[in-house]
């Protein structure tokens, strides 16, 4: 037995618990109606980007304190949707409630099977396919933490990650900074797709044999690397807006404001619930003073970010195009990830008709994903699972696998 298939029973033994070539012009998100085109890469034409047309419309959503209000419990009874308890504080923590849970998540796996249980069957469709990777961050390379600068990803998961891109095109979509999510990873071989995909960078020279596109420029190390940032505009908006947003919420202790460039996150995790209330209303007040941006909602998280038509799935989308994979029936993407925000790339995998859309889970969710993995180990197992498939398909067709399993 090898090193890698021990490595793998291991795994599997844890408890079950320039310009995007393609696009034209971005439309201002569900927070406006108007327009923003987008110009050699670079997305407001106009240097003030507090003066779009599109701040009237804004204005007039925010402009009394009992729309602030019913906003905010609105953005915060979405938030706690995707940031269930765990069960034991809900039911105690009996072997009687552990039977319920197992109970509804058994079943809500019938319909998002694990797509290691069922490996074999979720790859036959992709079969002499270009298999394309792509994962987020939080939650699926790394657990979910306190102190989200301690979210360091475990090595045999770096080491399994950088074996999945020697065979296969892969790419990091966080909603983190995307320096910052280099920094944890530090595989200068990926894609990395930071701000939800409003940051986009990778190598140069590209990987197996495919180059994305964008402005070639070199990285701190003096890597030569291409760039892709659709809304490098709001750059010194989002610098404000997360002065104002630390200064404002320091009266709420846990509170914790983290500036991922293109996306400022107000992070709950460590504030208590009697305090999310007002908390979420800080983050509206900040918000109403800025009509081109918007809010999005995750796992314990709350983001203001650029109000442009640009998410996870539209990043996804620019990846496969720019290294000339759209359009092709000829590519299977895999999309891991966990979070609310990583159902924009689920819907464009759908859209596709082929790929395999997985969301990371231990509690039944809401959720376009055709797969689940309960969790950051269950993700690992898939990934080993996905090297060994490579691996065994090189040896049936050229005698050239690296590692030889019994
Ligand atoms: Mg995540």
Redesign the pocket.
């Known amino acids: 037995m090898t090193v890698r298939t021990k490595r793998l029973s291991a795994v599997t033994a844890e408890p079950s618990n320039n310009s995007c070539p393609h696009l034209e012009t971005l439309i201002v998100s569900s927070c406006s109606s108007s327009k923003a085109t987008v110009n050699s890469g670079s997305l407001v034409s106009s240097p003030a980007v507090r003066s779009q047309p599109v701040l009237n419309v804004l204005q007039k959503k925010h402009n009394s304190s009992v729309t602030d209000k019913r906003h905010s419990v609105k953005w915060l009874d979405a938030m706690k949707a995707q940031s269930p308890p765990r069960f034991h504080s809900l039911h105690g923590d009996t072997p009687e409630s552990y039977d319920i849970e197992a109970a509804k998540y058994a079943a809500w796996m019938k319909k998002h099977p694990s797509a290691l249980s069922i490996f074999k069957e979720v790859m036959v469709e992709a079969k002499a396919k270009q298999v394309v990777v792509f994962l ?5 390379l790394s657990p ?1 933490v306190e102190d989200p600068d301690q979210a360091y990803m475990p090595n045999d998961m770096r080491v399994i990650v950088k074996e999945v891109a020697t065979y296969f095109p892969t790419a990091i979509i ?2 983190r900074a995307r320096p910052k999510v280099y920094e944890f990873v530090q595989l200068a071989e990926l894609y990395y797709a930071g701000s939800h995909g409003m940051d986009i960078m990778g190598p140069a020279n590209g990987t197996n044999g495919f180059k994305a596109k964008g402005t070639q420029m070199k990285d701190k190390m003096g890597n030569d690397v291409v760039l892709f940032q659709p809304a490098s505009e709001y750059l010194p908006l989002m610098d404000e807006v997360c002065k104002i947003l630390s200064e404002s919420s320091k009266g709420i202790r846990g509170a914790r404001v983290e500036h991922n460039r293109f996306c400022v996150t107000m992070h709950f995790r460590c504030v208590k619930e009697e305090s999310w209330g007002p908390l979420a209303e800080k983050v509206e007040s900040v918000l109403k003073d800025y009509p081109t941006l918007c809010l999005t909602h ?2 314990k998280v709350l983001e203001i970010r650029p109000a442009i038509a640009w998410d996870k799935g539209k990043a996804v989308d620019f990846l496969l195009s720019s290294l000339g994979l759209s359009d092709c029936r000829d590519v299977f993407p895999v999309y891991i ?3 609310q ?2 159902e924009d790339a689920f819907k464009v995998l759908n859209g596709l008709n082929h790929g395999c859309s997985i969301l ?1 889970t231990s509690v039944p969710k809401e959720t376009k994903a055709s797969f689940s993995l309960r969790d950051p180990c269950e993700v690992m197992g898939f990934l080993h699972h996905l090297v060994i498939w490579k691996e065994q398909d090189l040896e049936v067709h050229t005698g050239m696998g690296m590692v030889h399993h019994p």
């Open positions: 987020d961050y939080d939650g699926t979910i966080s909603g995750g796992r990830g966990d979070d925000t990583d990371v």
